[in-house]
């Protein structure tokens, strides 16, 4: 259930704004002031859609209070169409804009776009037992600590979990890391390269777990 929070103090246009995006994945929380909108915790929204001007106060500073502690995709809705409102919002961490009056086909096109994005974020970041990897930041931790890979390792390590429970080949795997540049690889460099990926992955090199070997053929991402 995608859940999305509106802040707008015109009740019509609040109203509006909801049956606009209504679907059957959607939820939607609706406030009217930033007052209600604090009774609300950033991280259990999916997407805010915030009015600037509100009865009690400036979305551009609830903007700031959000961006302290969450990275939920924020709409900014103006009534101004001034650049300095939009430039302070998007440089204070806003992720779109729109200007009232506005059509209700494009908020849901930009609607859309932002909770694809965040989908996107989510699936490149994945925790597995004592493991996280955020392929989108490209940083890596096992057991609690930052673990660096180096380009092929993770493009090895990205290609095995996109592919969990699938045996793939070891041309297979070898055209997909080296991104179809494989006049000077041989086999020895993706042996080498699981190695090394299963080292830094703490792997008992007896008894892999993660990266299993499917002898005659290639390797497999073990773990679903």
């Known amino acids: 259930m995608t859940k999305i929070l509106i802040i707008e103090d015109d009740s019509k246009l609040n109203n509006g704004i909801s049956l606009a995006l209504k679907g059957e994945d959607k939820e939607f929380i609706q406030c009217k002031n930033l007052k209600q909108a604090r009774e609300h915790k950033q991280d259990e929204v999916d997407l805010i859609l915030l009015d600037i001007n509100l009865p009690d106060g400036s979305g551009i500073d609830y903007l700031q209070e959000i961006r302290k502690t969450s990275d939920v995709p924020v709409i900014m809705i103006t009534a101004n ?34 909770l694809r994005k965040k989908q996107e974020k989510k699936e490149s970041c994945i925790k597995i037992d004592h493991f996280v990897f955020d392929f ?16 092929t390792e993770q493009r090895l390590l990205q290609v095995l979990i996109q592919n969990k429970g699938l045996t793939l080949s070891r041309s297979k795997l070898i055209d997909e890391v080296w991104n179809g540049d494989t006049e000077y690889v041989d086999e020895h460099a993706l042996t080498v390269t699981v190695k090394r990926l299963r080292d830094k992955l703490q792997e008992d090199s007896s008894g892999p777990v993660y990266i299993k070997t499917v002898y005659g053929i290639g390797y497999t991402w073990a773990v679903k």
């Open 81 to 114: 169409n001034l650049e300095t409102d939009i430039v302070t919002g998007l440089e204070l961490g806003a992720d779109d804009y729109i200007t009232k009056p506005f059509s209700l086909m494009v908020l849901r096109a930009r609607v859309g776009v932002q």
């Open 136 to 151: 989108s930041k490209m940083q890596f931790v096992v057991n609690g600590v930052d673990v660096e890979l180096s380009k």
